[in-house]
């Protein structure tokens, strides 16, 4: 992975203090999904982890707090997206060539395209809930789509939302912090009350 991509992504998105996944056991992981991970993808996970971008798209992680790797958001998502990839491979929906790292509020996946043996070249596939032509391939790792993004450095939005395009500043929050202010009766997204949060109120 380019420094000068990373470097940029962290100027755009800082993670915010307590952010990230420190202790992600790798070896399990990828043992449990029978492939190595893409590293620019790892480095993510350490340094910002799973959460929300700019509350549009979630970032997802390859286990459950309980360590159940198959019960994650993660293989949730790629079986969603492997339902939905054409041509459907004769051995089945299981054995299509996809792994979903990020979900967005408008329905779209985004993916590894997993052709290859080197998770690092893998492209980036994104099946677009409302397009056209539902999926599209991207020829760069995840973080530098996600830079290229914020950027607005494709032709088009990639996404059916335009909540990332074009954006100099990007707030992420890990879902602990988003859980922790919620249950303070923020919205972690505006700093503002939480309706959806009652609080005891004194007679």
Sequence with gaps: MGEATWNEL??????????????????DIESAWGTRLPDDYRRFITAYGEGGIENFLEILSPRTADGDDFESEMAEETANARGEWEPVPAAGPDAAPLIAWGV????????????????????????GRH???????????MTKFLV????????????????????????????????????????????????????????
């Design 10 to 27: 962290v100027r755009v998105m800082p993670p915010h203090a307590g952010a990230g996944d420190s202790s992600v056991d790798w070896e």
């Design 131 to 141: 397009a056209d032509t539902p999926w599209t391939i991207y020829d760069c790792t």
């Design 104 to 127: 967005d509020t408008d329905g779209d996946i985004l993916c590894w395209l997993t052709t290859g043996n080197e998770p690092n070249q893998w492209p980036v596939a994104v099946w």
């Design 148 to 203: 290229k993004i914020f950027g607005a450095e494709f032709a088009e939005c990639p996404l059916s939302g335009t909540d990332l395009w074009d954006k100099r500043h990007v707030t992420f929050l890990h879902r602990r912090e988003e859980q922790r202010l919620r249950t303070q009766g923020i919205n972690p997204w505006t700093g503002g009350a939480n309706l959806h949060v009652q609080t005891d109120v004194d007679d």
